[in-house]
């Protein structure tokens, strides 16, 4: 068991959440309720990770975060190091890659919240902070609960656009899923087993808690 990749695989995929949790509240309010020019475009783009291959993308990232491109120029002014094979460069690529996972469960939650519901409470004096926080955010509680599972689960398996980005360098890009595949690689398939294994349960487990809070918040019993 590589305690060390799977350590990294879990704070990924925290900080993944941290991060990607209010930008999807925010983009995908935008998206549920306003309607503007390019709306589409913007949806595809949110989605686009959703259908691209992921070393297509990982590529892609692997060129923007070098030293010879803007993104890349900017981390190295602001921080004097590199993205490319670091965890800081990992953890934007999969920002970046679980984005649909983030902002679809919550687009739909706002989208299901009747526009009565939010005029009712601004005629009752809240103002639109307060409706969002005491009448939005409660409704689309569902929504978020999908979406932080989602991320959780997803970056727990991302291979393809860590890889490319990262590399495999143990105790900073080098993640359960990598140390899967150098296992198989080796042909030792019991560690690969075991480690599939724990993956799976982490999961499964996660994603049985999360709508399991989600149904009860809902007032089913799950």
Known sequence: MDWEALEVSLWLAFWTCVVLTPVGIIVARQLAWRRFRGRG??????????????????????VSFGSDWPIGQFWQWLTGGSLVFTFEGILIASIIFNLPFAVQPLQRAFEAIPHEVREAAWCSGLSTWQTFWRVELPLAWPGLISAVALTFAHTLGEFGVVLMVGGSISGETKTIAIAIYDRVQAFDEAAAGNMSVLLLLISFITIGIVYGLAGRRRGVRV
């Open 41 to 62: 475009f913007v949806e595809a783009l949110v989605a686009l990770p959703l259908v691209l291959p992921p070393t297509v993308l990982g590529f892609y990232l692997l």
